[in-house]
């Protein structure tokens, strides 16, 4: 065990602060790292959400308005691809790295330079990814899954998607490798494992998701790349291999993807809950429990996106019901948090508005969840609109308002000032009523038997869809207030103190605001660390 004073020491030797175009291209600072990651994020968030707006403009009306079938679904493939590895992993990251070291009274991530690769790899997989619509053939047009046969009918840009994946999968490693290593070995010595802040033990437990699961999907796409181009059969079934075989090797991947992008706003919403209800959380160990049973059920269910390949009666019985198990930590987790709130002293400033939002309609994904779980409905559901509806109101809602209420609790302190209150509840009252104009009709197009990943539809699905593209280009637009506001924020907000929300708790706002270079030089005594635990 290192003494109080090893991790000063081992960075004072070599403490150069870099300016300039140095100062990001050589960061080693996870502040720096962080707020690339983050700016990155932006980026991509803002592409995959230009791309969606595309795709909703031609689905305005029946018949081919814009595009043609083949650009269509590029859009869809890229805009699914874009959003959950270029938007939503990696502004959980930035998160990670700006809050993790301040939440365990570290000065820095445990690997510096490891955490510099792991970020200036995204760039270039992205512009890679994004350049496919520039080659002959066009971008991949087979769908975020990338489901053989159909993909493997891709042009050139075949091989650049193979290869763009590995390169995310190798950065989401060592951004993984980073947060074990930083909170397992860097914690300040009172801080025990069960005294962490609910947003360190959910990205704990998602670091180990993303070791377990990015080596499956890189030896998916790697299976995909010999059979299009070195003559093997793994998926081909003119030579004996197997499409479905491909299903299940992605989706042993797919299913705990969705909890590696869930699973840190559950600690978000834990952390600001508290916070703007001014009391303790509720039943903290449950939560961390909790949120453990989650990840390791994700593992044991993947086949329910496969319901209607065929798959014998057991099987499907198996993995209905292990499904619906999820629901038991989901719902405690939901427990909690409102028990939490009852009879706090409620405020309702931007993150609690952004946190309110997420519970009530990342509940309404959950229940849309437990229909698609049951097998018989499910062949209803299955490739319909209703699909398209679930995992949108589980990832914008869940996901994506869950990074907004990150931002907007810990942005005074990463600046020092604070934000625009006023426009930040605007926003937040634009893309929480426009989101629900943009998916909730998604819902009914589904039932009523709408699939999904066409360009044209027939003529009774009109109405619904006009509501729902009308929804997306106003939550579309209504975004752009964010940066906005991030950007006034930083330029010229008013300044506060060490704690920016009144019944704020955690190590990270007993630092100064904003924090200094290294954010715990000497780590935090066992009395700072008891007075800022959240239980």
Not at 483 to 502: M, Q, S, T
Not at 511 to 532: C, E, F, K, M, Q
Request: with cysteine.
């Amino acid at each position: 065990m290192p003494t109080p004073h090893a991790p000063a020491a081992s960075h004072e030797d070599h403490d150069s602060k870099p300016h300039g175009w140095r100062r990001w291209v050589y960061a080693t600072n996870h502040k720096d790292i962080g707020t690339m990651y983050l700016i990155f994020a932006c980026t991509m968030f803002f592409i995959g959400g230009l791309l969606a707006m595309l795709i909703r403009l031609e689905l305005f009306q029946p018949g081919l308005q814009f595009w043609d079938p083949q650009l269509f679904n590029s859009f869809t493939t890229m805009h699914a691809l874009i959003m959950i590895f270029g938007a939503i992993m990696p502004a959980w990251v930035g998160l990670a790295n700006w809050m993790i070291p301040m939440q365990v009274g570290a000065p820095d991530m445990a690997l510096p330079r490891l955490n510099n690769l792991s970020f200036w790899i995204l760039p270039f997989a992205f512009t890679l990814l994004l350049s496919t619509f520039f080659v002959p053939g066009g971008a991949p047009a087979g769908g975020w899954t990338m489901y053989p046969p159909l993909m493997l009918q891709t042009g050139a840009s075949f091989p650049m998607l193979i290869f763009s994946i590995h390169l995310m999968g190798a950065s989401s490693i060592l951004g993984a490798i980073n947060v074990i290593v930083t909170i397992m070995n860097m914690r300040a010595p009172g801080m025990t494992l069960l005294r962490m802040p609910l947003f360190v033990w959910t990205w704990l437990i998602t670091a180990y998701l993303l070791i377990a699961v990015m080596p499956v999907l890189a030896g998916a796409v790697t299976m995909l790349l010999t059979d299009h181009f070195f003559g093997t059969t793994f998926f081909t079934a003119a030579g004996g291999g197997d499409p479905v075989m491909f299903q299940h090797i992605f989706w042993f991947f797919g299913h705990p993807e969705v909890y590696i992008l869930i699973l840190p706003a559950f600690g978000i919403i834990s952390e600001v809950v508290p916070t703007f209800s001014r009391k303790p959380l509720f039943g903290y160990e449950a939560m961390v429990y909790a949120v453990a049973s989650i990840a390791f059920l994700s593992f044991i269910v993947w086949a329910h996106h496969m319901f209607t390949v065929g798959m014998p009666l057991a099987g499907q019985l198996f993995f209905m019901l292990s499904t619906m198990l999820i629901a038991v930590p989901t719902g405690v987790k939901v427990f909690n948090w409102t028990a939490t709130m009852w009879k706090g002293s409620l405020s309702f400033e931007p993150p609690m508005l952004f946190a309110l939002a997420f519970l009530f309609l990342f509940s309404i994904g959950g229940f849309s969840g437990l229909m698609l779980a049951i097998v018989p409905a499910d062949y209803q559901y299955q490739d319909t609109y209703f699909v398209v509806a679930h995992f949108h109101y589980v990832l914008v809602p869940g996901s994506i308002f869950g990074i907004m209420a990150g931002v907007y609790y810990w942005l005074p302190k990463w600046t020092g000032r604070m934000y625009d209150l006023k426009l930040a509840t605007w926003h937040f009252w634009l893309s929480a009523i426009f989101v629900n104009v943009l998916f909730f009709p998604q819902h009914f197009l589904g039932l009523a038997g709408m699939p999904r990943r066409i360009p044209d539809y027939a003529v009774q699905f009109t109405d619904w869809n006009m509501v729902s593209s009308i929804g997306g280009f106003a939550f579309g637009l209504s975004q752009l207030l964010f940066p906005y506001l991030i950007w006034k924020c930083v330029r010229g907000g008013e300044r506060i103190g060490n704690k920016a929300w009144e019944g704020a708790h955690g190590l990270e706002w007993e630092l100064s605001s904003p924090p200094p270079y290294h954010s715990w030089t000497t780590p935090p005594s066992d009395a700072v660390i008891a007075r800022g635990a959240a239980h």
